[in-house]
């Protein structure tokens, strides 16, 4: 099976990349939000150019998502390629594939069950089972918000379990035809976008 060795620099570039800048950000932006726009303005104009973009790619989880949907399409397809009649090995690499996808969204679910989690937008959570209760000092039940949060990592494992199984199943009725399957992968993540913005609308 071939892999897509380009995404994979890609993705291992950005991992390291966010996680110095997410360190950054967590320890003197959040902890002193004024600290943010006072630094910038002392910056040269020319290198505030340079690294805004960088800033923008490191709150852009949705690349993270993009890339595992990439990649799950990428290796599906070359196994279909490389080994059209072996249907067995094909399922045992979606069945990889989804059970990885699984069990990062069960431990995403556990972890907003059980810790409290902390980000720009919402300040400290103490709505969760054990640092909640502990927080509070009383039994904390978790709140809708809390089991209903959603993060990189969440987006990620539900990714890879729609695209694995929409390719999966577009590859054994279009095998010969790249471009149906093109065509329902783009139906289907505009039919998604949708309904994506009319959620976050009517939540909002």
């Known amino acids: 099976m071939k892999r897509f060795h380009a995404l994979d620099i890609l993705r291992g ?3 390291t990349y966010i996680i110095i800048l997410h360190a950054l950000i967590q320890r003197v932006f959040v902890s002193d939000p004024s600290a943010f726009p ?15 973009p960088l800033i923008i790619i490191s709150l852009w989880g949705s690349v993270f998502s993009f890339m595992t949907g990439i990649a799950s399409a990428y290796q599906l397809g070359s196994l279909s390629r490389e080994y059209p009649q072996d249907s067995s090995r094909q399922n045992r690499f979606l069945t ?3 059970a990885t996808s699984i069990m990062i969204y069960i431990i995403y679910l556990l972890n907003n069950l059980l810790f409290s989690t902390r980000s720009i937008e919402h300040g400290f959570s ?12 009383s039994v904390k039940a978790p709140t809708f918000f809390t089991l209903t949060a959603t993060s990189t990592l969440e ?46 609308q009517y939540i909002g």
């Open 155 to 200: 987006t990620i494992a539900i990714t890879g379990i729609i695209v694995s199984l929409v390719v999966r199943a577009a590859l054994k009725k279009h095998a010969n035809n790249p471009y149906q399957i093109i065509k329902k992968l783009s139906t289907i993540s505009l039919i998604i976008l949708a309904i994506s913005a009319f959620l976050r």
């Open 13 to 15: 570039f950005m991992m």
């Open 126 to 137: 103490t709505q969760s089972v054990l640092t909640g209760s502990l927080e509070n000092l």
């Open 38 to 52: 006072t630094t910038i303005a002392k910056l040269p104009l020319a290198l505030v150019l340079v690294i805004s």
């Open 96 to 98: 990889k594939r989804l």
